[in-house]
């Protein structure tokens, strides 16, 4: 299984970024996924996820909320999130991956968020 991100770039403050994560394999809709980020001389860390579940449910760290929205669509196996209102403290790499840290997947390449004026 791969894990593909993409929809990254340059944004100035206050601008919005989509990005994009395609899982091949086809066990897609059974996972609950999250979005991770990584900014230079930190840890990963977990930044938003959604469950398996109907309901999709979603939670957040405390800095993304009300500004980043994260989404799947199981048809396309693709996971998204929706980022905006940015600031320069988003800048980070991105990556998805599932949730349960014991079942996760090789890590893709991520994608480069930059947040400056």
């Known amino acids: 299984v791969q894990l593909v991100e993409s929809g990254g770039g340059l944004v100035q403050p206050g601008g919005s970024l989509r990005l994009s994560c395609a899982v091949s394999?086809?066990?897609?809709?059974?996972?609950?996924m999250g979005w991770y980020r990584q900014a230079p001389g930190k840890q990963r860390e977990l930044v938003a996820s959604i469950t398996a579940t109907r309901d999709s449910a979603t939670t957040y760290i405390d800095s993304v909320k009300g500004r980043f929205t994260i989404s799947r669509d199981n048809a396309r196996k693709t996971l998204y999130l929706q980022m905006t209102s940015l600031k320069p403290e988003d800048t980070a790499v991105y990556y998805c991956?599932?949730?349960?840290?014991?079942?996760?997947?090789?890590w893709g390449q991520g994608t480069q968020v930059t947040v400056c004026s």
């Open positions: 991956n599932r949730l349960d840290i014991r079942l996760q997947l090789s």
């Open positions: 394999g086809n066990l897609f809709s059974l996972y609950a």
